[in-house]
Nanobody, 126 residues
Framework: VQLVQSGGGLVQPEGSLRLSCAASGRIFSSLDMGWFRQTPDKEREIVASIGWSGDSTYYADSVKGRFTISRDNAKNTVYLQMNSLKPEDTADYYC????????????????????WGQGTQVTVSS
């Protein structure tokens, strides 16, 4: 599985951005998908994840109510809609794909993601 990210860039505080991650291969619809972020002074952390069917999602507390993860299995694409962005959301964002462990609880552990996108930078600044 190859993952190619798009989106990202510079946005003012309280602005919005949408990240996309397109996957190759026919197994996309059977994989959990996640978005992670990393800064130079922090380890890579999960932002959100979504189950293979799209019925289950997980959000880190820091982004709940502001970010929305979604997927379109017909297009082999997962999205991260980011609203009300804050300077502390500034980071490199990565999408990832992993084998599901539980039907109603998408994978959250970084170690269980097998495939990674190339990363995209998001900068929130005035």
């Amino acid at each position: 599985v190859q993952l190619v990210q798009s989106g990202g860039g510079l946005v003012q505080p309280e602005g919005s951005l949408r990240l996309s991650c397109a996957a190759s291969g026919r197994i996309f619809s059977s994989l959990d998908m996640g978005w992670f972020r990393q800064t130079p002074d922090k380890e890579r952390e999960i932002v959100a994840s979504i189950g293979w069917s799209g019925d289950s999602t997980y959000y880190a507390d820091s982004v709940k109510g502001r970010f929305t993860i979604s997927r379109d299995n017909a297009k082999n694409t997962v999205y991260l809609q980011m609203n009300s962005l804050k300077p502390e959301d500034t980071a490199d964002y990565y999408c990832a794909a992993g084998i599901p462990k539980h039907p109603r609880d998408p994978v959250q552990s970084i170690g269980e993601y097998n495939y990674w996108g190339q990363g995209t930078q998001v900068t929130v600044s005035s």
